[in-house]
Structures are given as structure tokens and as C-alpha cells.
């Protein structure tokens, strides 16, 4: 009986490849909406969620920290919120933040030479962790194609220079976790600097912490691993947090509810409406507006088709390790439902911690071949997670849950029934140990 | 050596949560002074405000602004107007940055500031009420309780601004004192012509007495104890790992 397979098939794709078509894609993007503002004599298209004017920190009333633009008009919205809080003798108090208190020490960082210091230095060090990350991730490579690669993913990358504008610590999370991963796949080792580096980016956005968990559970394949980095991440802020007034545990206990709450209906209603939804984005086109203005005037669409090509490039490639696909996949799904505007700063980690050249053989065995339905499965999910936006609250949230329970099993399946992981497991997996 | 970093880290946690301090850190006024008190009845008063600023000019004092009254806007409604009383006022104190922060009474009357006791840098303060239809003699309201702007230190503006009477709550002003008052240069103004009213107000200075105020302090000892967590985190987790690999 033959083996049922895929047409046998030989590409070889290279990093530099997926990266000169990102440079290639976001210039045509930029001219694109310079065109589209010089045709409409109105930058709204090009402003549309960076120079965020009328969007100043939610966070300015009831604090000891006045809010003010910091740079022009820009407030840096985010992280002025952030230092708000941590104007606060207890952040969990009054006006309860869902940050976790390393984050808020941090970000202290950025108040400690006074406002006219915190726009310059948040933009230096954003980028120059981002620099480091690239720096990081492409030794061996010219100078010069370090430097492209690096105006790929930030400079030329809208959604970063959103990110930047806005004042989110994403800039400094992702070098964060994306530095402790290269010290993982290349040390093979869980070391107390990868640990405490990656309990930080943790705690500067807490979401970072599902793909991650994932990743070391099943990637390294040691429970212990995951238990350490939880107690890590855990004590680190318990000890900060014992330093704020009030009640340690009640604060941890308010977080918690603060958190529980910030993923509630109403802010994820509110998420959902405004995420890039693909059937939003063709409701609004066939109802409402010109090919112009959804396809140029919106940020995330963009990055959108961007990063689900990648994404989708990513999941059906054999060669890629399957950590990448996890952090990518899962990264994904939580941007498609929770609204997209950070989709592409994803793509910083997934496109260095692609191998230099991806060798992609279609012609799979039977065994394998349940490996790849998995692999087109999750490929599948992840780009109708991407749907779900414009449907009723309730199907929505009910439809996210089951998108992730789909999620979550594609990759349980993927794992093991990978012959890789059997095979060249050393070579395609972080071998983590402590 | 791990439970002498641990008890280490404890003992820094305790003193710095008992002496970071912030603008709230005052308990008392101590050495309270009255600068100056205008009153109204059924009429605008102006007023001489060229001293009251004196105490946002010092980072260890406070402006304290006694304010009382009320507004009759028809026979059937008559507001009450307390803002404050005798012994609390509102508090306004300068930052390192110059900025007002405003609170209603004494911020350590509670282990942490909550509700109105505390209320916001005095420019971004505005107070909105929908009231629906609960009562016909209740209205949609957005109104500006005070409105200070520091354009420089010389200038600071006091308004109140208020599209709709309301019934809500002793708390909430229901009038226009004077559409703006140049009140650290010049004269400011108490009541309203056009209704009957009575107001007092009356501005003081203090002294906070705590060296020193202000967020930065905060955020420096943040900073510091944080590294400091993370070297003792790093210490901890090395001598663990020699262990684990010496057995």
C-alpha cells in the first residue's frame, strides 16, 4: 500500500530573503501612504496610530505624576501610565495597575532625572536593545547586513515606530526575552542571567509569559525548568513588591483581580472591535470605504498580511525549530484576537531565530505526514483567529477559547508527531538545562 | 549565606517602605499661616491674590484654600456649596517639575490615599456626572470644579466652569466663580453677580516639614533596590547551580 505524500518539492530559502522582502514590502507601504496623503491632501492616513496626539495616558487623573507631552506633542502615552503608578506608594492601591512590580521599578528608570529626561532615554535604550538583539542574533554576518537587518525590523517597521510612539515597553521586553532565547539555543542552558532576564520581560508585559511557558515545556521537555522560572519570575516581584506600602498579599491579590479584570469583557470587547479582523477589514471596504483608505490608511492590515505570510512560512517549514513555530503561532493567535498593532514586533525574535538557510523537502513518509496535517492545521487556525473580530461578543469570546483549545492541541500533536524530535532533536530544539 | 541575603533583602524592603516618601508623606501642617480671605454675598468680590502664591514657590510648603458657600439658581433649587472645611481645605503642593498636585484633605488619613481624597494635577482636573433620568431636577453635567493652569510661576488661573445645574452632592461646586482669575499676578474673584450666593474663601500656607518631597526620590530608590534584588537573585541562583553541579 502506498504511503500517501505531499509532490516532492526542493526550495531553499534564505533569512536574508524573508528580510529584503519585509524592507521591500514596508518601503512600498511607506510610499504607498505618503502617495495616498499627497492624493488625499490629508496625513491622517500616515498619522493613524503613530504621532498619537489625542492619545495621552489613560492613567492622568488621581496621581502625583502629571502627565505632559514629552516630546512635541507626543506623550508616550503607555509609558507615562506606567510612570503614574510608580508615583504611587502602592501602585495596587487607589488606582490599581495590572503591572507587576519589577515592571514598575524598571520603568522607574525613566522618571529618575525628571520628565525632560524620560523621552530621550526610553528611545536609547528601546533601541539600543534592539540593536543588541539583531546583534545577538547575526554573528557572523557583514556589518552592513547587520545594519539592514536592523532598519528592517525597527527603524523602517511602522508597527515599531508605533510601539516607540506609543511608549510601550515592547521594545524593551522582546530584546529582553528574544536575547535570553539565543542564550538558550546557543548555551543549551538555563543560566540565572537567562532566568532573571527572561522573569524581567515577564514582568514588563505579562503576556510574554504563555508563549514562553509553552515554549520551555515543550521544548526542553523538563517540567523543572518551568517551575524555576515561575518561582524566579514569582520571587523577584514578591521581594520588589514587599517594598510598597500596604499589604504584600493584598497587592498580589489586587493584581490579580486587576489583571482577571483587564481581560474582561469590556476591554476585550473593545479590543476586538479595533484588532485587524480580515472580515472587519472587507466589511469596512465593501460598505464603507475606498481601497485607499482601508489598504493604505491602516497600519495593521499591512502588518497584518505581512506577518501571517511569515507566519504561514514559518509553520510549513520542516527545517524551522519547532520553538520558533511555537512562539510565533501562539504569539499570533493572542494578537489576532486581542487586536493586532503589535502583530510585526513579533517578527523581530521570528525572523533572527530563523536559520541562515531553510531547506524545505516536500516529499514527506506516511508517519510524518501526520506532523504536517498538524502543521497545516495550526497554519489554518491561526489565519481564521484572524476572523473572529467582527462577530458578536459572545461568539467571539466563545470562538477565541476554542481557537486556542484547537491551538494548543495542534501543538501537542505537532510535537509529537514530529519525527525531528526524535531525530535531530539536539539540532531543532533548546536543550535547556539548569 | 542565602538566608542572610533573603533576611538582607527583607530588612531593605522594610525601611524603604517606611521612608519612601511622596508628596502624601506629610502628616501634619505645622506653622499654618493665613495669607488671605475674601468673601461674597450676592455679588462677585475681587480680591488681592499677589501673595497667595508664595507657598508653591517652596517645595516643603503648601497652599492650603479653605472654600465654602452656596448658590440659589431658582427658588426650588438651591445648591450647598462646602467644599472644604476649616480645618482640612484643599491642599496644593509644587513637585520638582512645578506641577500642582491638589488634594482634598489630609492624604494620611488613610493607609493609602483612595477616592476623593486625592485628587488630580489640578489642569487635568475635571469632574463629569451623568445623572440620566433619574430626577427631571437632575441634568448632564460636565463641569470644571477649579481650573489652575501654570502658564509660568508667576501666573496661576483659577476657574470654575459649569454647563448645567445639578443636585448630586455637597461636594460639587454648581457655579462660576469668575471665569478666570490671574491669581498670582493680580486680583481674583469670589461669587457670581447674576444669582444669590454667599462664598468664602480663604488661602493659607503650611509647611510640610519632611526633607525631602517628591517622586523622584521614589524612583531612584526603586531603581536602586531593584538592582539590588537582582544581585542578590543572580548570587543566589549561581551559588545553587555550583552545588547542583558539584553533586
Not at chain 1, 512600498?28 to 504621532?51: F, H, P, R
Not at chain 1, 495596587?92 to 524598571?106: C, Y
Not at chain 2, 489642569?123 to 463641569?143: K, N, P
Request: proline share 4%.
Amino acid at each position: 500500500m502506498n504511503k500517501m505524500s505531499f509532490p516532492k518539492i526542493s526550495i531553499v530559502l534564505s533569512k536574508n530573503t524573508i528580510i529584503a522582502s519585509m524592507l521591500i514590502i514596508q518601503v512600498i507601504v511607506i510610499v504607498a501612504k505618503l502617495l495616498n496623503a499627497w492624493y488625499t491632501q490629508s496625513m491622517e492616513g500616515v498619522n493613524v496610530g503613530l504621532w498619537a496626539v489625542a492619545d495621552p495616558p489613560w492613567q492622568a487623573n488621581g496621581t502625583l505624576y502629571k502627565t505632559k507631552p514629552l516630546w512635541g506633542v507626543h506623550y508616550f502615552g503607555d509609558l507615562q501610565d506606567l510612570l503614574t503608578s510608580a508615583a504611587w506608594a502602592n501602585p495596587w492601591g487607589v488606582s490599581p495597575t495590572q503591572h507587576l512590580p519589577v515592571g514598575i521599578n524598571l520603568v522607574s528608570l525613566f522618571g529618575v532625572f525628571g520628565q525632560s529626561w524620560t523621552a530621550p532615554l526610553f528611545i536609547a535604550i528601546s533601541l539600543f536593545s534592539s540593536i543588541f538583539l539583531v546583534h545577538c542574533w547575526t554573528a557572523g554576518e557583514t556589518f552592513a547586513t547587520r545594519v539592514l537587518y536592523w532598519v528592517t525590523l525597527v527603524p523602517l517597521n511602522m508597527t515599531a515606530l508605533l510601539v516607540l510612539d506609543r511608549g510601550n515597553l515592547l521594545l524593551i521586553a522582546i530584546p529582553l526575552m528574544g536575547i535570553a532565547m539565543f542564550h538558550l539555543t546557543k548555551k543549551f542552558e538555563a543560566s540565572p542571567l537567562t532566568l532573571i532576564l527572561i522573569a524581567t520581560a515577564i514582568s514588563l508585559k505579562t503576556f510574554l509569559a504563555l508563549p514562553l511557558i509553552v515554549t520551555f515545556v515543550i521544548g526542553s521537555n523538563r517540567l523543572s525548568t518551568i517551575f524555576k522560572l515561575f518561582l524566579t519570575t514569582l520571587l523577584l516581584n514578591l521581594f520588589v513588591m514587599f517594598s510598597y506600602s500596604g499589604s504584600t498579599i493584598g497587592n498580589f491579590s489586587t493584581f490579580i483581580k486587576t489583571t482577571l479584570n483587564f481581560a474582561s469583557q469590556e476591554p476585550a470587547e473593545n479590543a476586538l472591535r479595533t484588532g485587524s479582523s480580515f472580515y472587519r477589514l472587507v466589511l469596512e471596504f465593501i460598505v464603507n470605504k475606498s481601497f485607499a483608505d482601508v489598504f493604505l490608511s491602516s497600519l495593521s492590515v499591512i502588518s497584518f498580511f505581512i506577518w501571517m505570510s511569515l507566519v504561514s512560512i514559518v509553520l510549513v517549514m520542516r527545517a524551522i525549530p519547532v520553538w520558533i513555530k511555537l512562539v510565533v503561532s501562539f504569539s499570533s493567535v493572542q494578537m489576532a484576537i486581542t487586536g493586532s498593532p503589535y502583530i510585526l514586533i513579533w517578527s523581530i525574535i521570528a525572523v533572527l531565530a530563523i536559520p541562515r538557510e531553510i531547506h524545505v523537502e516536500g516529499k514527506e513518509t506516511g508517519k510524518s505526514l501526520r506532523g504536517r496535517y498538524a502543521e497545516v492545521i495550526m497554519a489554518i487556525v491561526i489565519s481564521f483567529a484572524t476572523l473572529v473580530g467582527n462577530l458578536p461578543i459572545s461568539n467571539r469570546l466563545l470562538l477565541s477559547a476554542t481557537l486556542w483549545t484547537v491551538v494548543v492541541l495542534s501543538t501537542i500533536v505537532l510535537y509529537f508527531t514530529n519525527p525531528l524530535n526524535n531525530k535531530g532533536k539536539a539540532a531543532l530544539l533548546p536543550q535547556i538545562k539548569i | 549565606m542565602t538566608v542572610a541575603l533573603l533576611l538582607t533583602m527583607g530588612l531593605a524592603a522594610v525601611v524603604i517602605q517606611r521612608n519612601v516618601s511622596d508628596l502624601r508623606s506629610f502628616s501634619k501642617l505645622t506653622d499654618q499661616k493665613e495669607i488671605i480671605r475674601a468673601t461674597s454675598s450676592g455679588s462677585s468680590t475681587p480680591f488681592s491674590t499677589y501673595e497667595i502664591c508664595e507657598p508653591l514657590e517652596v517645595l516643603q510648603k503648601a497652599m492650603i484654600v479653605n472654600l465654602d458657600g452656596y448658590l440659589e439658581l431658582n427658588s426650588e433649587d438651591v445648591e450647598v456649596l462646602r467644599l472644604t472645611d476649616e480645618d482640612q481645605g484643599i491642599r496644593l503642593v509644587a513637585n520638582e517639575e512645578r506641577q500642582l498636585i491638589m488634594y482634598f484633605s489630609n492624604p494620611n488619613s488613610t493607609n493609602y490615599v483612595s477616592g476623593p481624597e486625592i485628587i488630580p494635577p489640578i489642569s487635568e482636573f475635571w469632574y463629569e456626572v451623568d445623572m440620566g433620568d433619574v430626577d427631571a431636577t437632575r441634568y448632564e453635567v460636565e463641569i470644571w470644579l477649579f481650573k489652575i493652569q501654570r502658564q509660568n510661576r508667576q501666573d496661576l488661573i483659577i476657574r470654575t466652569k459649569l454647563t448645567k445645574p445639578f443636585t448630586h452632592s455637597q461636594y460639587n461646586v454648581v457655579t462660576d466663580l469668575q471665569p478666570s482669575a490671574q491669581v498670582c499676578s493680580g486680583s481674583g474673584a469670589v461669587g457670581v453677580a447674576s444669582f444669590d450666593n454667599e462664598f468664602s474663601v480663604k488661602f493659607s500656607t503650611g509647611v510640610i516639614g519632611k526633607e525631602p518631597l517628591g517622586i523622584e526620590r521614589n524612583y531612584r530608590i526603586h531603581i536602586m533596590y531593584l538592582f539590588a534584588v537582582y544581585g542578590c537573585a543572580f548570587f543566589v541562583m549561581r551559588i545553587w547551580q555550583s552545588r547542583n553541579d558539584s553533586i
